[in-house]
């Protein structure tokens, strides 16, 4: 009985652990799965469907000048021809997807 007791907590502790590690792969996953297909995997914008809608870089001179502010004001209200996200993500999502993509700016 002890025993099951004390690995049921282990249990606990590992998945605890594993929080942070998943918070840290939410901004990648919301990435992939709502924006890549415009801006591409890289965030270079450099498939079909970005040309087509001018998507610009997340490396060019202008992006690289955005502050995370300033990229979840266009995430959260939309900017030209990309749709607002307000709604779809939380504010939380939000701010994850902007982080990943400041580590894809580097
Ligand atoms: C339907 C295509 C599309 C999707 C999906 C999309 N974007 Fe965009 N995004 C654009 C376009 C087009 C622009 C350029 C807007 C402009 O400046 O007119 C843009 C611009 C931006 C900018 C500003 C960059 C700059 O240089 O002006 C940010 C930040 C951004 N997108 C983040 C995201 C995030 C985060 C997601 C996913 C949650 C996303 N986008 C999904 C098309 C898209």
Known sequence: MKRSVRLWSLGLLAAAASIPALAQNNGEQVYKARCAMCHGQDGLATTAVAKM????????PAAKKMT??????ATTDGKGKMPAFKGKL???QI???????QKLQK
């Not at 995370?68 to 004001?73: C, E, P, S």
């Open 90 to 92: 939380t504010a939380a």
């Open 53 to 60: 809608m001018s998507v610009p870089s997340f490396k060019s």
């Open 68 to 73: 995370a502010a300033q990229m979840i004001a």
């Open 95 to 101: 701010e994850q997807v902007v982080g990943y993509i």
